[in-house]
């Protein structure tokens, strides 16, 4: 069984960054494609960023294309994602998720395991 603990979130300024880590047991990360999610109150849970389990492959949300960045660090078995020049439209409850297929997806549906999700808020 795999499971996901996220951490790394907070409150912050506009303009600040925030790195946030999902830790996997249960399972190699190099094993799994992975996603993280945000979900705002009131909003649908929406996809942010993905990376498959072939090296290489990500895709990212228009919204937050050239400020987040999601990476994996094999040693710690830890998908990262690091949100630079944050913004109050990027506060919700962020979400890291695995799914055993070769490829990550937008849908959160697809996905097989998730973690509990940590709070990130931006404002001033």
């Known amino acids: 069984q795999v499971q996901l603990v996220e951490s790394g979130g907070g409150s912050v300024q506009p303009g600040d960054s925030l790195r946030l880590s999902c830790l996997a047991s249960?399972?190699?990360?190099?094993?799994?494609?992975w996603g993280w999610f945000r979900q705002a109150p009131g909003k649908e849970r929406e996809f942010v960023v993905g990376?498959?389990?072939?090296?290489?492959?990500?895709g990212i949300a228009d919204s937050v294309k050239g400020r987040f960045t999601i990476s994996r660090d094999n040693a710690k078995n830890t998908v990262d994602l690091q949100m630079n020049n944050l913004k109050p439209e990027d506060t919700a409850q962020y979400y890291c998720?695995?799914?055993?297929?070769?490829?990550?997806?937008?849908?959160?549906?697809?996905?097989?395991?998730w973690g509990q999700g940590t709070q990130v808020t931006v404002s001033s």
């Open positions: 998720a695995a799914r055993t297929g070769g490829d990550y997806m937008p849908a959160p549906k697809m996905y097989d395991y």
């Open positions: 990376i498959s389990r072939s090296p290489g492959r990500s």
């Open positions: 249960g399972r190699r990360i190099n094993t799994l494609s």
